[in-house]
């Protein structure tokens, strides 16, 4: 079995295991995607899921954002982490995105990491979950499992996204990234994957050389 059939056969697999292939965090509108993926940067999602409706609630557009003093949005987002970058970058994200988009979130990977902050992770997530354009979100748990299962060599983000997008099939990948997350979460955790219980173990290089 070479590298694209094992990504098929874990693409099937996967999504018996999890039908539903959602973004953790939660949003309306692009933007609000586009912030709260800025905020979950070393922050649990569950953790910018409380901040946002706050956030949203006193800023509700783009342009509200855009004018919107910095220091308040850093006070509102605290408890991320990091907030005074965070807040910087969200601040002039939504000024450029007003001021030269249009108020309109680009749809493309390469306009979107032009962006304060934005990066080929949060870039692929919005053009995959707003655009529905084939994407390769390469966070922690993605990266690591596909290493464990034998789809990709490197634990560089951008190396791991080339590796991905040559194997996956295109109407998948996004979908595909998203499962990873949860089963990154459920079974396959960090330091102490739980091989047998998984549904990939078949497949799996990591989980065949344990000898679980």
Excluded: W
């Amino acid at each position: 079995m070479d590298k694209a059939e094992r990504a098929a056969k874990a693409v099937e697999l996967l999504k018996k295991e999890y039908p539903g292939a959602v973004c953790s965090l939660t949003y309306t509108k692009p933007h609000e995607l586009l912030i709260a993926t800025r905020l979950s940067a070393q922050c649990t999602d569950a953790r910018v899921n409380l901040v946002t409706p706050v956030l949203f609630g006193k800023y509700p557009t783009l342009e509200a954002l855009a004018e919107a003093d910095e220091q308040d949005i850093s006070d509102i987002i605290h408890s991320c982490g990091f907030y005074k970058m965070k807040a910087h970058d969200i601040s002039q994200t939504c000024k450029i995105l007003v001021r030269d988009y249009g108020g309109v979130v680009p749809d493309t990977v390469e306009e979107l990491v032009k962006l304060p902050g934005v990066g080929r992770k949060t870039a692929n997530l919005v053009v995959g979950d707003i655009y529905k354009k084939p994407a390769v979100v390469c966070d922690t748990h993605c990266i690591r499992i596909t290493n464990l299962l034998g789809l990709t060599t490197t634990k560089d983000p951008a190396k791991c996204e080339t590796e991905l997008r040559a194997i996956l099939d295109p109407k998948e990948s996004n979908d595909f990234c998203h499962r990873t997350v949860l089963h990154g979460r459920a079974v396959c955790v960090a330091r102490r994957p739980r091989c047998s219980e998984c549904v990939l173990k078949e497949i799996c290089e990591y989980a065949q050389n344990s000898g679980e």
